[in-house]
Structure formats: C-alpha cells, structure tokens
C-alpha cells in the first residue's frame, strides 16, 4: 500500500513550478500504478499552452475558477469546483487561470515521471524508461 500526503511533497524534487503553475506530483511511474496522480494549482491571470500527444489526462477542478479553450474548435469551457474535464483526444488547448487559484487534481496515463514540464509545442515528452 502507498500512503502519501500531498504536504509531504511540497519543496522536494517532485513539486515542479512554472511561471503559470505548480505541480505536486503525488503518484509518478516509478510506483508502478498504471498512471500518475498530481495536485495542481493554475495561477491567477496566466494561460498555458497544451498539447499532449503523448498523454491522456483527466482533471477534476477542486477550487478557484478559469477556463479552458479547445484550440481546434475555439470552445471555451468554465472551470470551478466540480467541473471533470478529460482529454480523451490529446485535445490542443489553453489553460486559463481566472482570478482565484484554480486547484486540480490530475490523473496522466501513462504515468509521468516526475519532472516533466511542457516543451515550446505544449507537449510533455514520452519518457519510457527511468533517467
């Protein structure tokens, strides 16, 4: 059985920051579940480009409010407390912080490894064995 708290990560190698967000990465591949599990918090004002082509994820939205917007469509969607979006078709998108902190918990299959940020396209890379 794995027992984790998220505070518990907070400060160690597995929390990832970027100028739009902060990933706590609570599950990753290395633990052998089949995905990996993170907590996210979208910044306020900010909008992320994402493109995974490599990735399946799903997200439940927990706190806060933004919206995403499908890039080949240019449908917006409203993002707050209990919205579940899932990108089951490696769906291009922007990621928008509204004007709270919007606080996801994800779920990515295949899991990640941990410190996968997104490239210039929006992707995170296919990592298929550990560094």
């Not at 505070?7 to 052998?32: H, M, N, P």
């Not at 579940?33 to 439940?60: D, K, R």
């Not at 993002?79 to 089951?88: H, I, K, M, S, T």
């Not at 078709?89 to 997104?118: A, M, S, W």
Request: glycine letters at 10%.
């Amino acid at each position: 059985m794995i027992v984790r708290n998220v505070a518990d990560v907070i400060g160690t190698s597995d929390e990832v920051k970027t100028d739009t967000w902060v990933s706590r990465r609570v599950l990753l591949k290395k633990d052998g579940m089949g995905f990996s599990f993170h907590e996210t918090v979208i910044f306020p004002g900010t909008e992320t480009h994402i493109h995974y082509q490599n990735h399946l994820e799903a997200v439940w939205c927990i706190e806060g409010d933004g919206e995403i917007e499908t890039i080949a469509d240019g449908k917006k969607y409203s993002l707050g407390p209990g919205v579940v979006y899932a990108l089951d078709q490696n769906d291009e998108h922007y990621l928008r912080g509204g004007k709270e902190p919007l606080r996801v918990i994800c779920v990515f299959n295949p899991p990640l490894t941990g410190q996968e940020v997104h490239d210039a396209s929006g992707v995170y890379p296919l990592v298929t064995e550990e560094a």
